[in-house]
């Protein structure tokens, strides 16, 4: 199985900040790389797929980048309504594998 | 939108199965999940099915155990659980992806339904 590494598992962010959050796989993805916000009590959201397009609806403040083993999720001006937990997942090979997560909180 | 039913609280070895169903969006033509998440815990993929049905996929901790279905004319998925055990306690989602193979994107999420298994 293809192991997802997320960093960090939380960080403190304040409104506007720009925030980074890194996913690594154990071996190459190629570009089959999603990202998704969960807040709270709800559902998961698809923000970024295929490691850099911009799920329909969603903010241009968050993008994607990376591919291989490497990936990036850039949130470039945080907002109240980005306080959530991140996830990513790798599509390439069953088991689809998702990342730990990282919990985005106020500072 | 997409709703998960079937949850309940279920004994260790119990069986159940958990329905989803699609109103507004169809199920024709789109590859469906099951995601699970333990409470206070991370997301899990649990289960796929292709969009002709031909093929499923699980994860190892379910594998042997679960069985995943759909029901194109009901726009409705299934998951079958059989021989459960306390480590499957989670809220499970289903989740429909229009790009699977080519690029995968599971789009539409339901709000989950609860599994508890206990003695």
């Known amino acids: 199985d293809i192991q997802m590494t997320q960093s960090p598992s939380s960080l403190s962010a304040s409104i506007g900040d720009r925030v980074t959050i890194t996913c690594r796989s154990s071996?190459?993805?190629?570009?089959?790389l999603n990202w998704y916000q969960q807040r709270p009590g709800k559902a998961p959201k698809l923000l970024i797929y295929?490691?850099?397009s911009l799920q329909s609806g969603v903010p241009s403040r968050f993008s994607g980048s990376g591919s291989g083993t490497d990936f990036t999720l850039t949130i470039s001006s945080l907002q109240r309504e980005d306080f959530a937990t991140y996830y990513c997942?790798?599509?390439?090979?069953?088991?689809?594998?998702f990342g730990g997560g990282t919990k985005v909180e106020i500072k | 939108q997409v709703v998960e039913s079937g949850g309940a609280v279920v004994q260790p070895e119990g069986s159940l199965r958990l329905s989803c169903t699609l109103s507004?969006?169809?199920?024709?033509?789109?590859?469906m999940h099951w995601v699970r998440q333990a409470p206070g815990k991370g997301l899990e993929w649990v289960s796929l099915?292709?969009?002709?049905?031909?093929?499923?996929f699980y994860s190892g901790s379910v594998k042997g155990r679960f069985t995943i279905s759909r029901d194109d004319s009901s726009n409705s998925l299934f998951l079958q659980m059989d021989h459960l055990i306390t480590e499957d306690t989670a809220f499970y989602y289903c989740?429909?992806?229009?790009?699977?193979?080519?690029?995968?994107?599971?789009?539409?999420w339901g709000q989950g339904t609860l599994v508890i298994v206990s003695s």
């Open positions: 989740a429909r992806d229009l790009g699977y193979p080519t690029e995968p994107k599971p789009d539409f």
């Open positions: 507004g969006i169809t199920l024709d033509g789109s590859a």
């Open positions: 099915i292709t969009s002709d049905g031909a093929a499923t």
């Open positions: 071996q190459t993805v190629y570009t089959y």
């Open positions: 295929a490691a850099s």
């Open positions: 997942q790798q599509t390439s090979n069953t088991p689809l594998t």
